[in-house]
């Protein structure tokens, strides 16, 4: 195997820690994964000019185009791919330059969402931007490849090798196949927050005050749109923490309520606030070429559209303080692995331990602890043969493996 770093995507890392507008695109990744299916669903025969305005398809490795589906129900799962790159190119100025990241960027965001065979569950999993991670041979985008590469952060590979070579380091990273991707840009979270007229958040603690974001909010209930809604999520040093982990496990907070409202009977039923949420949606995602049509997306729309609150979940990829760097993860493949065995098995999932530090309940108690424990030896992950076959018993997963899902309501855990 090849060992070298890509030196020039870690160093515009390291500036990029000055401009936390990288996750913004978390709020796109869930609408993505979750609520625009269904609102592209009931659009209908109305959004199909938005597909054929949409950004040219991107290729995935090892995939062939196939005719259109029929119309009809989707039959069995899919694994879906989502990632965020942090580009300034095409993006105004709001969130830097392109001094800090221009062409395709880095992928600071990765979520991978997984829709069980029976439709009876989803799961959306996100992996830190900073987990250090073996990548496999990626293509070029010109033709040829990149080397196989050894313990680099997660979110130089989208400046590696494009999605594509995103959605090959997740699959081996987690030996689950994925059908489908989708490249989100900065540029829509306004407009997708206002579409949906507000996201409501609790913010509990002793509230946010970060002038990093130039964001304050006292504790209490606030609904959250336009610039005050990115800010929110970029928040770091306002919670409890002030790390990675933490901003994760409050971006939960947001993406659950975003999926209440977005699923809400008072959203689906305005057709003003669907035809926003597909069009701000459309418009900042490039998607792989098997979804660049407008009955897939109408097929993951019913497929999603009958699930309820208590059957999506979001947890974050566990993972331990890496001993060489305390500013980057690595896997805890143990627990890892017990995520991934149930994906591929299609069971449901249970989380116990919490959503982590950056939440609290809506009691005001803690949700979780405040950062990954100390390695220990485990064997490998992401090497599941497990049989794909669909099971209601849910996987019991690790105290390591923090999430929630959509039906819990939680409050920032605030640092004032």
């Not at 791919?81 to 395709?104: F, P």
């Not at 959605?167 to 987690?174: G, K, M, N």
């Not at 490249?183 to 913010?203: D, H, R, T, Y």
């Not at 949606?281 to 699930?307: R, W």
Request: net charge negative; charged share 15%.
């Amino acid at each position: 195997m090849t060992k070298h770093h890509r030196r020039r995507g870690i160093a515009r890392h390291g500036r990029l820690r000055r401009h936390p507008w990288r996750t913004v695109g978390k709020v796109i990744a869930c609408i993505a994964a979750v609520g625009v299916f269904s609102t592209v669903g009931i659009v209908g025969v109305a959004a199909a000019n938005l597909v054929s305005d949409a950004p040219p398809t991107v290729h995935l490795v090892g995939q062939t185009s196939g005719p259109i589906p029929e119309v009809g129900a989707l039959k069995g799962g899919m694994n879906i791919l989502i990632a965020a790159t942090d580009s300034r190119t095409g993006e105004g100025t709001t969130y830097g330059t392109t001094e800090d990241s221009s062409g395709i960027g880095l992928n600071d965001v990765t979520m991978l969402l997984h829709l069980s065979q029976d439709h009876t569950h989803a799961e959306v999993i996100s992996f830190p931007r900073d987990l250090m991670i073996d990548f496999p041979k990626c293509p070029d985008g010109d033709g040829g490849w990149n080397g196989a590469e050894y313990y680099v952060p997660l979110n130089t590979s989208l400046v590696d090798g494009g999605l594509p070579c995103t959605v090959l380091v997740i699959e081996q990273l987690t030996g689950i196949d994925i059908q489908a991707a989708g490249l989100i840009k900065f540029n829509g979270v306004v407009a997708l927050s206002n579409a949906v007229g507000g996201v409501p958040v609790c913010v509990g603690g002793d509230g946010i005050d970060d002038p990093d974001t130039d964001l304050e909010l006292p504790p209490g209930e606030h609904t959250l749109m336009g610039l005050q809604a990115a800010q929110f999520l970029r928040t770091r040093h306002g919670l409890q923490g002030g790390g990675d982990l933490s901003r994760i496990s409050n971006t939960q907070v947001f993406l659950s309520s975003l999926v209440r409202t977005i699923m809400s009977a008072g959203t689906l039923s305005n057709p003003v606030k669907v035809w926003g949420i597909a069009k701000a949606a459309e418009q900042n995602i490039t998607f792989s070429d098997n979804l660049k049509n407008l009955t897939t997306l109408y097929q993951l729309a019913m497929a999603v559209k009958g699930l309820s609150f208590d059957d999506i979940t979001f947890v974050q990829y566990p993972v331990f303080d890496d001993p060489e760097n305390n500013n980057r993860v690595i896997p805890d493949e143990d627990s890892a692995k017990t995520l991934t065995d149930a994906i591929i098995a299609d069971q449901p999932i249970t989380v116990t331990a919490g959503t982590g530090q950056g939440s609290i309940d809506a009691d005001g108690g803690s949700t979780g602890t405040a950062s990954p424990p100390a390695p220990a030896s485990s064997a490998s992950a992401g090497t599941s043969s497990a049989a794909p076959s669909s099971t209601s018993t849910p996987a019991a997963l690790s105290d390591n493996v923090f999430g929630q899902t959509a039906a819990t309501k939680t409050c920032s855990n605030g640092a004032g």
